[in-house]
């Protein structure tokens, strides 16, 4: 996970076997190297008026904020360090850091969790992406929200649209200052069926051998102590 030039996490497979824990660890850890960093913008080398995002997104802005966002923020209400920068006049669901030397005019870093429309993540400077319950995210076809989206067959898929801008805007701002992203976007979903969008995602990395791109897929029974009967399917 942390190998230098993985910019893409997919976290897949059952139910309860640790997706949402792996992630939510994995976004305090990014939380955490960006306030450690003396002048974040600079180093990034983007306007030092500028907030930096990292943004939670799923199928509705509500579920976004109960589930992954609540449990960063728990964590988050809890820990000297992150108190030492945090604003205390934090909007519902935004939780947002000082930056630097919190000169007036330097911009912020924003914990943020919002619906699975493309517009939640324009107009932001989103460092890293996590995008909750993927194969969830409306799918419908013969729409006309599918044209300038690089999708086929007038269908729309949410996941898709998101996943390409938030990641090409990620690129975009950051990719190039450090030969890879300081960030990462996460995939993160259960199994829906066998062409869902994440499933499709990794048979598309596995026949480009593409190596920035991390996998992890399990069973609940390949992460927990529990006994298992020996007998199995063949």
Known sequence: FTTYGIIEVILAGSQRWGKNYFAENSCLKMLYDILALKKPQEYFKISTSTDIYVAVFSINATKAKSEFFDGVKRVCDNSPFFNTYRVKKDLESRVIFNLGSNEPARGKLVFVSGN??????????TIAGFLDEAN??????????????GQQDNQYNAALTLYNSVLRRMKNTYGT?????PGKFFIISSQKHEKDFVNTRIEDVNKR???????LRYASWDTKDIQLSQNSFP
């Open 116 to 125: 699975s429309t493309e517009l939640s993540a324009f107009g932001q400077n």
């Open 136 to 149: 969830f995210l409306p799918d419908i076809k013969n729409s006309k929200r599918s044209r300038g989206h």
């Open 177 to 181: 200052n450090h030969g890879t992203l």
């Open 209 to 215: 051998n593409d190596k920035s791109v991390f996998v």
